[in-house]
């Protein structure tokens, strides 16, 4: 059986299901899920994330971090944390940027919240050398400091879009028909979520909501306001959720949502605003919303990249240049991705980030 074979089944038994739950199906069904069967970055996957582009981007997250452990007295032992970790090629990229900061390998405990049997092999050999443990969900991390970066994380958890109808909204739905997927329309009625949207919206305009993200986010808060620490989320976005974001990526090339369940990726992007009220709701603080490539150059990744060029030539400094230019300028990862720093009450910012 195939995924398509699945949904449409139980679609014919439970009617239309939200984006949201369309999503999950397709990247989390426990057999037949994208995430679940492979590993989909590189290459030879269906997208590139920016530690796979560069070492640089790893480098500048793992110190911006560490000062922030230092800026708050060098708390030991305390979690070394990272969201949906890919290959492990992050995580791997910030332990060897912070060999060289005394006691900090020490105090780290590496903990991944991964669900994906796949890739936890594939990271378990990336980091056999730092002993990490995964968990299933945030709310299994510990008591205790908590230093945490999330990169391109938030944007792969299910959505459910609504559209304005007058001061209603008619939630779009996933249905089908004589066997194949389509996009269809609820019922039109009020719904409380979205109250205070019928001010900047018009008929016709579609919202996205992403009701999974604030548990999430409403933990690491808590956390870090209770035992201190800090979080880096990295993911494209912007503030301020407004019109349909929802795509798909196959074999690095965008494909529509319904063609082909659980051989893409789907994402959409991240609103920070309802991010923002979740960590303020904790006691915690957040910094802007930097564009990526202003906050990796305040970090001083041009150095870095220049450092780095000294001992190469050819083909190697073109590669170089090119991941430079990809991961900072406006237009390609510069300004699409953003950046927004957690941080307790008493404690500065994560270096590159203003509050």
């Keep these: 059986m ?13 009617g239309p299901m939200s984006v949201a739950d369309y999503m999950a199906e397709c990247l989390l069904h426990p057999t ?14 269906d997208f590139t994330t920016a530690p796979e582009i560069s070492q640089m981007f790893g480098e500048l997250v793992g110190l911006s971090l560490a000062q922030c452990w230092m800026d708050q007295g060098k708390p030991a032992p305390f979690t070394l944390c990272e969201l ?14 912070t060999r060289g900061v005394p006691g900090f390998h020490d105090a780290a405990r590496v903990t991944l919240v991964e669900v994906s049997p796949a890739l936890k092999q594939v990271q378990a050999e990336t980091l056999k050398d730092y002993a990490p443990t995964w968990i299933d969900s945030v709310s299994d991390l510990p008591d205790q400091p908590l230093f945490l970066v999330a ?6 958890l299910p959505i459910r879009q609504f559209l304005r109808d007058g001061d209603g909204w008619s939630e779009r739905l996933v249905g089908e028909r004589d066997g194949a997927l389509l996009f269809g329309r609820g019922p039109i009625g009020p719904q409380a979520a979205l109250k205070d949207r019928l001010a900047d919206t018009i008929d016709g305009d579609l919202i996205e909501l992403c ?14 306001a209770s035992h201190g620490g800090a979080a880096l989320i990295v993911d494209y976005g ?4 407004l019109g349909d974001t929802l795509q798909a990526l196959q074999n690095h090339e965008r494909t529509e949502p319904l063609a082909a369940p ?14 923002a009220e979740a960590t303020r709701a904790c006691g915690c603080r957040h910094t802007r ?16 990249a220049q450092a780095l060029s000294k001992a190469l030539s050819g083909s190697e400094l073109d590669v170089l240049i090119a991941a430079h230019r990809r991961l900072t300028h406006p237009d390609e990862m510069g300004n699409l991705f953003k950046v927004m720093g957690l941080f307790p009450a008493y404690a500065a910012p994560p270096p590159g980030l203003e509050p």
């Design 2 to 14: 195939t995924l398509t074979d699945h949904l449409v089944a139980r679609i014919r038994q439970d």
């Design 238 to 241: 912007d503030w301020h959720s």
């Design 289 to 304: 919303v930097t564009p990526q490539g202003v906050f990796l150059e305040r970090l001083g990744i041009t150095a870095r």
């Design 32 to 45: 037949l899920g994208y995430y679940t069967t492979r590993d989909p970055l590189g290459s030879k996957g």
């Design 262 to 275: 659980g051989q893409a990726d789907l994402t959409a992007h991240v609103d920070f605003e309802p991010l």
């Design 151 to 156: 990169n391109e994380f938030f944007d792969a």
């Design 84 to 97: 949906g970790p890919g290959r492990g090629t992050l995580m791997a990229d910030i332990l060897r940027a």
């Design 211 to 224: 009701a999974a993200a604030i548990p999430i986010l409403t933990v690491i808060a808590g956390r870090i």
